[in-house]
């Protein structure tokens, strides 16, 4: 199933198609991470991928920007096949901090500008306005040790912003930061990206950070990871701290963990699913015997 | 990394050691308890400290051996930085090179300083290529170390936004292994020096080193202990700019 971009029509920003991913360990010989994923993404789209721990999630957005080749399957962005990165159309977010630790802020971004490939003279105004926009005016020349998790992760929003491309992947940006800086930054980026229009592509553990930030949220199967459900939230952006309080928000988030269990089970061997499995089958047992209603 | 707060105490310690040192030299010569051949009395040596600072040949002798110390550490950084980095870069490269020339560089080289002298005669080239060859090893290690040892994050990220080799050296690679190899280029530096007195002691025709050779030999012990005075003093300015200098680049990283 190829997309052929279709002149005058809606093309897809970009376009997963039966990708596959494996790889070689030397002690557990080859370890297949993805299995056949297909998924188009909108432009201007907000898609959360989500899965259990080490899914493969990472990977399939490591494919789509270019940084990982699928053993099977293709990705194209803006309808072109992709080769390798493409630091004109895709941004990354990661999910540690990246920044140099010996360049300030403003310094890390122009040098992400240099990068790109953007003229001297551009640099210092887009570096500014990136700052800007993420609110770390005052910080731009301070080096990455001297901020706190959370500015740093804003720091590496606004080099990701600051090279202005079309899409922007997000692989747990929030990840390694305290629940209330998560819960805050997370409306912050709701705010940031209501204005931008860009497509973007955010791997989350959070499900509460997915159906907070996402349009649809993909659910991925334990590894190899294939897509299980697709969840649509059609609450317009940004969205408001209360959205989270609200009856749609909780039940999409109870549909979504609901999906999302077995395949952890299956991730952390649990024992809850099987332990109520044991227990309906003694109670089924039981009552065919009649020792019990 | 904190620096360190200044601790006076701990300073007057070591200065009082140097000093009651300084004072069992010039009290065990006034005694008479040891020979004025094995250790000259303290004022003697000051003496000659001065006398030799105002002789020509002492500064020609000073010459020719930061002549063969500097060119012998161009040479080895030159070596050292390019091998290191082509090495470094790869982790194959590292897996089979690095094994290697740190085991070379546990071989005591000094054994095979017969052999430079017939490759290169007995004046300052076998003791560039003496002090070069021990300079090297420090510099390539340390260079590999800190090349192969840059966090791959920051290269996937470098890649991602589109950095080409040469940005990816001078932005991300020669910055995050800095503090490493100038930490390699001083050790380098100073066991260069090293090598170099010691070959000009060896066998040598010029240089202080074969200067304070040549004295010993003509039991004149009190200028010999002059010059050794003033390559310990030599010593401690080499090593004294190359710590301001290693401080200097780890500062970015560890300032607070």
Known sequence: MRVVPVPGVTQHAISVAGVSHAYARPDAGVVQTLNSVSLDIRKGELLCLIGPSGCGKSTLLNIIGGLVSPTAGEVRVNGQPVRGPAPKEVAYVFQENTLFPWNTILENIKVALEFQGVPVSERQDRANQAIEAVGLSEFAHSYPHQLSGGMKQRASLARALSLQTDILLMDEPFAALDEQTRTYLGEELSVLLAATNKTIVLVTHSLTEAVFLADRVVVMTARPAEIKATINVNTGHPREPSFTTSAEFSDLRNDLYALLRDEIEKTVGGFVGRAAARDRERRAVAGEGGARS | ?256
């Open chain 2, 1 to 256: 990394m904190k620096r360190r707060r200044f601790d006076w105490r701990a300073r007057a310690i070591q200065i009082g050691f140097v000093v009651a040192l300084l004072l069992l030299w010039y009290y065990l010569g006034r005694s008479g308890a040891v020979s004025a051949i094995f250790l000259p009395q303290l004022p003697r040596v000051a003496e000659k400290f001065i006398q030799i600072v105002q002789s020509a040949s002492f500064y020609n002798n000073l010459a020719v051996t930061l002549f063969e110390l500097i060119v012998a550490v161009a040479i080895a950084s030159l070596f050292g930085l390019s091998i290191g980095y082509l090495v470094g870069r790869s982790r194959y490269g590292v897996l089979v090179f690095e094994p290697l020339l740190a085991g070379i560089f546990a071989v005591p080289i000094i054994v095979f300083l017969p052999l430079f002298m017939l490759f290169f005669g007995i004046d300052i080239e076998s003791k560039i290529a003496f002090g070069a060859t021990y300079a090297f090893f420090p510099i390539v290690l340390n260079t590999i170390g800190g090349i192969s040892q840059v966090d791959p994050r920051f290269i996937t990220v470098s890649h991602s936004m589109g950095a080409n080799e040469r940005q990816l050296f001078r932005r991300v690679l020669l910055p995050a292994a800095l503090p490493v190899i100038v930490t390699g280029l001083r050790i380098g530096a100073t066991i260069g020096f090293l090598a170099i007195l010691g070959s000009e002691m060896i066998a040598g025709l010029r240089g202080l080193g074969s200067r304070i050779s040549n004295l010993a030999e003509g039991m004149n012990t009190a200028e010999m202990f002059a010059y050794i005075v003033f390559v310990i003093i030599l010593a401690g300015i080499l090593n004294l700019t190359l710590s301001t200098m290693q401080r200097r680049f780890d500062e970015p990283k560890s300032a607070s």
